[in-house]
Antibody
Framework: EVQLVESGGGLVQPGGSLRLSCAAS????????MSWVRQAPGKGLEWVAN????????YYVDSVKGRFTISRDNAKNSLYLQMNSLRAEDTAVYYC??????????????????WGKGTTVTVSS | DVVMTQSPLSLPVTLGQPASISCRSS???????????LNWFQQRPGQSPRRLIY???NRDSGVPDRFSGSGSGTDFTLKISRVEAEDVGVYYC?????????FGQGTKVEIK
């Protein structure tokens, strides 16, 4: 069964750090781009970041550039999101997702075809 | 960034009746390869999102054929031919042509 399981969420003070993890199973993890998508309470979806199969390319939404770092370990079938300098507006459910990207030669997205259940991050004092 | 605007934001529908959701982009989503990278997602209450349609009109495996996607350029539509109870939820369009990817605000489908 294809599965993504996030962990690492929790309550953190503004300015603090948190590292999210995502364990993948049931598919060849190293063959896919991977993404993080978040959803603030009662709000819509926001793409946060993604990473190429070998980790050589990474992209971020402007609001997290310089604060968040996406990474992966293909040997461990794992995706990570290091979040620093957290703000109240980063409070959200963070979903790990497998993303289908075609390179022609720019990277273009067919969207996320596998999603985890999400992990909740709350930034509050 | 490309702004994705959905309408309506709330859509009460009678069971068995059709439903239609509009998604408009602030820029054309046609890439120079001739393809359009517009995708649709469904999020049922309390669940993670699920991709329904990719590249405007391609249904994902397991998605009922009552769901269809159409459109071109900046104007796109998701149609449900006959709404069933399991279709209740929020539907999002997402563009994957221009970095960074952006989603619409979501359209909440509910049963009248």
């Amino acid at each position: 069964e294809v599965q993504l399981v996030e962990s690492g969420g929790g309550l953190v003070q503004p300015g603090g750090s948190l590292r999210l993890s995502c364990a993948a199973s049931g598919f060849t993890f190293s063959s896919y781009w991977m993404s993080w998508v978040r959803q603030a309470p009662g709000k819509g979806l926001e793409w946060v970041a993604n990473i190429k199969q070998d980790g050589s390319e990474k992209y971020y939404v402007d609001s997290v550039k310089g604060r968040f770092t996406i990474s992966r370990d293909n040997a461990k079938n794992s995706l990570y999101l290091q979040m620093n300098s957290l703000r109240a507006e980063d409070t959200a459910v963070y979903y790990c997702a497998r993303e289908i990207i075609v390179v022609v030669p720019a990277a273009l997205s067919w969207g996320m075809d596998v999603w985890g259940k999400g992990t909740t991050v709350t930034v509050s004092s | 960034d490309v702004v994705m605007t959905q309408s309506p934001l709330s859509l009460p529908v009678t069971l068995g009746q059709p439903a239609s959701i509009s998604c408009r982009s602030s820029q054309s989503l046609v890439y120079s390869d001739g393809n359009t990278y517009l995708n649709w997602f469904q999020q049922r209450p309390g669940q993670s999102p699920r991709r329904l349609i990719y590249k405007v009109s391609n249904r994902d495996s397991g998605v009922p054929d009552r769901f269809s996607g159409s459109g071109s350029g900046t104007d796109f539509t998701l149609k449900i031919s006959r709404v069933e109870a399991e279709d209740v939820g929020v539907y999002y369009c997402m563009q994957g042509t221009h970095w960074s990817w952006t989603f619409g605000q979501g359209t909440k489908v509910e049963i009248k």
